[in-house]
């Protein structure tokens, strides 16, 4: 069973632009989270979505937002990038058959802002 | 709101001997509380999970934690250390629904 896939692994950006990244979840999964990680702040939480709903937020600025699909796939999406939102960014994904509390995070997109 | 402190950053330890990671949480609930390993450029892998019940919980990899309430405390131990756990180690908490509340994470070394 394959497990969670985020695309891309690497991205550089400069500040000013905006990003997207993906997420393909667990098959089966319908919950999908997504977490920021740097060494300043360690793992936050940005957001978490449930059948195309956004179930529960951070306490992230208005330009991280995101989104599911039909399919329980999730991207996130920053806006006007800052040099403080270079960070690997992870997405975990959960189920009621594995228990919700149990997330399966993917390698993580590491995002570099010049 | 729920947080979740890791006492040492770096912890280093000789091949073969006792890993002791330690984790204290805050909650005025009874906490689900959770360790997670990760390994350069990779993601983060359950090691184990408490939920109410049971104060010593087994994971993978012949790590176990156990939890103790009075002292809230909830550390992570090995009786071997070997050269493939060097890794970075997270405690974390759920907070509410599926948000998880992390730990600063603690990198443990394994000297040969």
């Known amino acids: 069973k394959a497990g969670v896939t985020q695309t891309p692994r690497y991205l550089i950006k400069t500040r000013g632009q905006q990003v997207t990244l993906s997420c393909s979840p667990i098959?089966?999964?319908?919950?999908v989270s997504w977490y920021q990680q740097t060494p300043g702040q360690g793992l936050q939480f940005l957001f978490e979505?449930?059948?195309?709903?956004?179930?529960n937020k951070g306490n992230f600025p208005g330009r991280f937002s995101g989104r599911q699909f039909s399919n329980s796939r999730s991207e996130m999406n920053v806006s006007t990038l800052e040099l403080g939102d270079s960070a690997l960014y992870l997405c975990?994904?959960?189920?009621?058959?594995?228990?919700?509390?149990?997330?399966?995070f993917g390698a993580g997109t590491r995002l570099s802002v010049l | 709101a729920q947080s979740v402190t890791q006492l040492g950053s770096h912890v280093s330890v000789s091949e073969g001997a006792l890993v002791l990671l330690r984790c204290n949480y805050s909650?005025?609930?009874?906490?689900?509380l959770f360790w997670y390993v990760q390994y350069p450029n990779q993601g983060l892998q359950l090691l184990l999970k408490?939920?109410?019940?049971?104060?010593l919980v087994k994971g993978i990899n012949g790590f176990e934690a156990e939890f103790k309430k009075s002292e809230t405390s909830f550390h992570l131990t090995k009786p071997s250390a070997h050269m493939s756990d060097a890794a970075e180690y997270f405690c974390?908490?759920?907070?509410?629904?599926?948000?998880?509340?992390f730990g600063a994470g603690t990198i443990l070394r394994v000297k040969s």
């Open positions: 975990a994904s959960s189920s009621q058959r594995t228990g919700w509390d149990i997330q399966y």
């Open positions: 098959s089966g999964h319908r919950s």
């Open positions: 979505y449930f059948s195309e709903t956004q179930r």
């Open positions: 909650s005025s609930v009874p906490p689900y």
């Open positions: 408490y939920t109410t019940g049971a104060t």
């Open positions: 974390a908490v759920v907070e509410y629904g599926n948000k998880l509340v």
